[in-house]
């Protein structure tokens, strides 16, 4: 499908995804950049109507008919390409009307890289509302019959003969301790006041590594890259050590590996973010803040779920930390990100300054 002509070779070269069309709407070339949007390969890409890729592709259609009669030099639009199967594509599109009778139209593609994050930030806040409303609903369930059920086995421990026959009724009791601050855990966020003042960031970063150095003293070490023009902010502070302080924790236990070959590290770096988006408000600055290790990476299968309650990819892990750190940040009008691979997990934490 490739052309030869001179004249298209340093399309190549162009993030953007380009597309020629022929009279009939057919993609006559495609430069390497549209099979990687498309996640198509040219060989199959060549020849077919370009509508025809999209479940509403009547958009693209009918832009490409007006093209073709002229009705514009270049027209710019936002699209949601709908494709079977996967993800709509967010593009921004350009349709020129080229002069020439046998390839009339190109169309530029570019990724609508910021309607891709707000969508995902609106599937988050949905996400996590409806978990502080289940784990709400579910601890208050929980919490009644347990209370219940610890004072039955207290009172059948002082009925019980024999000393031996009370072991049973103490792993009843020591049992349900064990969910009361499970229980107790979950509910925190709700039942804590939200206690505001000025918060300096690198003071939350200090407090934190100073936890987890002492806990971790050989082994690990913990970088800070600090921007320290960041101005304090109002907020609670005890909830933001909380926040960092769970990802870090996080972190230094995936470390394990790392920690007994020396070879641990996190760095913790904060700069400020200008023009941000945040569920839907645009805020001039924000506070930046990144916590990257260096350790094994997310499994592959619970990377979506890492702020669903009780999911932990440790044995032994609660799975309330990241849940915990969501709601602190979210509390304070910020988002939480993460990107791992084997090698680099990086948590960004996105909060409003003033």
Known sequence: MKTSSTSLAGL???????????????????????????????????????????????????VFKQALARQFADKRQDLALERAGREPLHVHSIVTALESADTPVLIEFRENVQQLKLDREERILDQSQANK????NLAHEIKNPLGGIRGAAQLLEFELPQKELREYTQVIIKEADRLQTLVDRLLAPHRKPHIVGDVNIHEVCERVRSLVMAEFPIGLSINRNYDLSIPEFRGDQE??????????????NALRE???????????????ARQVTLAKVRYRLALDLHIIDNGPGIPSDIRDRIFYPLVSGRDGGSGLGLTL???????????????SRPGCTDFRILIPLP
Do not use: P, W
């Open 239 to 252: 909830q933001l050590i909380q926040a960092v302080l769970n990802i870090v924790h996080n972190a230094a």
């Open 12 to 62: 190549d070269l162009l993030a953007s995804a380009v597309v020629i069309l022929n009279v009939e709407g057919e993609i006559v070339y495609a430069n390497a950049a549209t099979e990687n949007l498309l996640e198509c390969s040219i060989k199959t890409l060549s020849n077919q109507k370009l509508s025809a890729l999209f479940l509403n592709g009547e958009e693209l259609e009918t």
């Open 258 to 272: 790392q920690i007994l070959a020396g070879e641990a590290e996190i760095t913790i770096t904060t700069r400020v």
């Open 325 to 339: 750190a969501q709601t602190f940040v979210q509390q304070h009008m910020g988002v939480i990100e993460c990107e």
């Open 133 to 136: 409303e289940l784990i709400r």
